[in-house]
């Protein structure tokens, strides 16, 4: 995920996500400059993002929505009318699919099956109870450019050597 938010995030460049979400995701996004957007999704819509509250907050400045379906920490699904949705509105999605697999009754769906603009992060802690080990994935369509990806892991690696 730093990774990827290197490579998109510029200065004051904004992600939507929703809230409740992973305790991390604002601080990735302000680490490289960026401005995480609350989303706020309610218990009687299942924890599910509403298409509607996302679009009012798109602006020319919003660089992705990040969804996590599975979610942490709700534990939601999001549907696949409501990915649809929010795959239609232009803005590259950013898809946390580290719960894939661990779903029982209904079926998780992926953010590939609606639109090609999209980043997804995946790993192998959860689903085979390899944790502690953080070792992951990021899957992309080559539209997003192999180019933007090797220079944000040039610029995290920047970032790294200022930390130090």
Known sequence: M?????TILE?????IISDPHYACYPNFIRFFGGKPICVPVFEDEGFQYTPAAIREMIRPCTKAILINSPSNPTGNLLSRERM???ASF????????????????EAEH??????DN??????FSNAYAMTGWRL???????ANSLENIREGMNRL????????
């Open 84 to 86: 649809e949705e929010i």
């Open 2 to 6: 730093m990774i990827l938010f290197s």
């Open 118 to 123: 999209a980043f997804v992060l995946n790993g």
């Open 90 to 105: 232009g803005v590259p999605v950013i898809s946390d699919e580290i719960y894939h697999g661990l779903v029982y009754g």
């Open 11 to 15: 200065q004051d460049d904004e992600v």
């Open 157 to 164: 690696e920047s970032y790294l050597k200022e930390i130090r």
């Open 110 to 115: 992926s953010i590939l099956e609606f639109t």
């Open 136 to 142: 992951g994935y990021l899957r992309f369509s080559y």
